[in-house]
């Protein structure tokens, strides 16, 4: 067991370097018609991420929790009231910033933080691509696709930043469902549905494979609060059922 994560950590190591040099060659992608800059220690979205904005309503106050070059705030920001994405890695922040500044976006806030560290406030949608493999790196920009505390601490507080009737989006593979429903069991969440993503055209899934983001089953989770339980009419507190007794 121990060799094959210690072989596991040995490929992803590798495997950061290798995507920094790939984006250091292509340092852009199109999506949807935007273009995108992306910095080379900088997850570059390669699986229609963008169809996120799909799930944002207009009007939405929106936090991006690990928002990477941006795409989720870039395709949401025109539908909402204001979007406020963070990153625990500085290289990220910056590159939100850039993309934003590119597509003419004001009502966008970009912070450095790890998760909520300084995240205030109530959002009525909340963004979540979450690192898909479990292995722990210390570096900041190794974070993106591999971290052991992302969903447990994102389901431990999200609760705290959601508004009334706010919505919660998870980017994380299909198979991984079970996971998901478990720890939003635990949190007082319940899943309202699960989305393979769009097919990706020809061009954009080439690239894919060239970063060898391929295998996943790539799915939007979309949760929400668990109503409160409903209270029965005739369910008073003690108080109100025991009449005052006059001086």
């Not at 900088?42 to 991420?49: R, S």
């Not at 505390?149 to 919660?168: C, I, N, Q, W």
Request: with cysteine.
């Amino acid at each position: 067991m121990k060799f094959i994560s210690l072989t596991k950590h040995g490929f992803m190591a590798f495997w950061y370097s290798y995507v920094r040099t790939l984006n250091t060659i292509w340092p852009s992608i199109t999506l949807a018609g935007k273009r995108l800059v992306i910095s080379p220690n900088v997850y570059k979205p390669l699986e229609n991420e963008q169809a996120c904005s799909d799930y944002c309503h207009e009007g939405d106050r929106v936090l991006d929790i690990g928002c990477g070059s941006g795409v989720g705030a870039v395709f949401c920001a025109p539908k909402a009231r204001e979007v406020v994405a963070v990153d625990i890695s500085l290289a990220a922040v910056r590159n939100t910033e850039e993309n934003c500044r590119l597509h003419g976006l004001t009502n966008v806030k970009v912070l450095q933080s790890d998760m909520f560290s300084r995240v205030e406030g109530k959002y009525d949608f909340i963004l979540a691509n979450s690192p898909y493999l479990e292995d722990e790196f210390e570096a900041d920009d190794h974070q993106f696709a591999t971290s052991v505390k992302y969903l447990p601490t994102l389901f431990a507080e999200v609760g705290d930043y959601l508004a009334e009737g706010g919505r919660l989006l998870i980017q994380f593979p299909l198979r991984s469902r079970p996971r998901i429903e478990k720890l939003a069991a635990k949190h007082g969440l319940e899943l309202v549905s699960a989305q393979p993503m769009p097919p990706r055209p020809l061009g954009l899934f080439l690239l894919s494979v060239l970063y060898m983001q391929i295998g996943f089953i790539s799915t939007f989770y979309l949760l929400r609060r668990k109503p409160a339980p409903a209270v029965a009419a005739d369910a008073v507190t003690r108080a109100e059922r025991v009449p005052l007794v006059a001086a």
